[in-house]
């Protein structure tokens, strides 16, 4: 892919930072690739190799970071997104948070409480599996706090978003969009397969039945939140394996955007003597 493919996928997912222009109802959760499957991995290998170079840099020169957001419904691919494009990296240079339900420590203080600690240092990538937006998601949809409350929020975590940025840390957001068809085969699949048992849980299917409310609920918190410093992608879902060149391209982009470079050497490197 070129450059000039690279910045067509930067404008075709990511959401405007002008209010209400993603309608996800109107967004499709699958496209037609513009390869096979063949060579779209061949495709994914050659970007990993631009992202084992621009990560190394990122490392190196420990200047900037990456936070990257991956937010989706159950069974939406977050952990397989992690796998399959950034399990190739250094994971020297990479951390994974995945957020649960707070426990009463972390509920007895602010929402970004136990978030900002989590953020990455310079020179790192850092994934959230599940992010701060789950306090203005599951909390939306099943009313667990007034709605006074969430909508501020959304300023806090605007805010927030902009303190990391002006601390060069560059936050990138994926929302996995699949269809509810998409899903259902997907919990199929946990209950069918024997080594998918362990992904089931009952939770999928009592949250499914709240789907509607999450489309509506994501749809706001995206809108609300797509900002210039910390953009939001939708990227169509359903097919795996096009998802991970799609999300790969957008991170190798914003890594070569960082222009980081290795710290210059010692001087006289040339005159140095190892001694036997």
């Excluded at 159950?74 to 994971?91: A, E, Q, S, W």
């Excluded at 999928?204 to 706001?220: C, G, H, L």
Aim: charged content about 30%.
């Amino acid at each position: 892919m070129s450059q000039k493919d690279d910045e067509k996928f930067i404008k075709q997912y990511r959401i405007k930072p002008e209010k209400n222009s993603l309608k996800l109802s109107e967004t499709p959760t699958q496209e037609k690739p513009s390869m096979d499957r063949k060579a779209g991995d061949l495709l994914l290998s050659e970007i990993h190799e631009d992202l084992k170079m621009l990560q190394n840099r990122l490392y190196a020169e420990s200047k900037k970071s990456i936070l990257v957001v991956i937010q989706a419904m159950d069974t939406g691919g977050k952990d397989g997104t992690i796998r399959k494009v950034f399990g190739p990296l250094n994971p020297q240079g990479v951390r994974v948070h995945s957020f649960k339900q707070p426990n009463p420590k972390e509920v007895a203080h602010d929402f970004l409480w136990r978030i900002h600690s989590c953020t990455p240092k310079h020179g790192m990538i850092t994934i959230f599996n599940r992010s701060h937006y789950e306090d203005v998601l599951i909390q939306r949809v099943h009313k667990l706090v007034p709605n006074d409350i969430i909508e501020r929020r959304y300023e806090h975590i605007n805010n927030f978003e902009y303190l990391l940025r002006d601390s060069n840390t560059h936050v990138i957001k994926f929302f996995l969009h699949i269809s509810k068809e998409e899903q259902k085969r997907r919990i199929q699949a946990r209950l069918d397969l024997p080594e998918k048992n362990w992904k089931f849980t009952s939770s999928d299917i009592a949250e499914r039945k709240f789907w509607d409310e999450y489309m509506k609920t994501y749809e706001i918190a995206i809108n609300n939140c797509s900002t210039t410093h910390a953009p939001w992608y939708v990227i169509p879902s359903d097919k795996k394996w096009w998802r991970n060149i799609i999300i790969a391209t957008i991170l190798r982009s914003h890594l070569k955007a960082l222009n980081c470079e290795f710290p210059a050497p010692e001087p006289d490197l040339d005159k140095v003597v190892i001694p036997d």
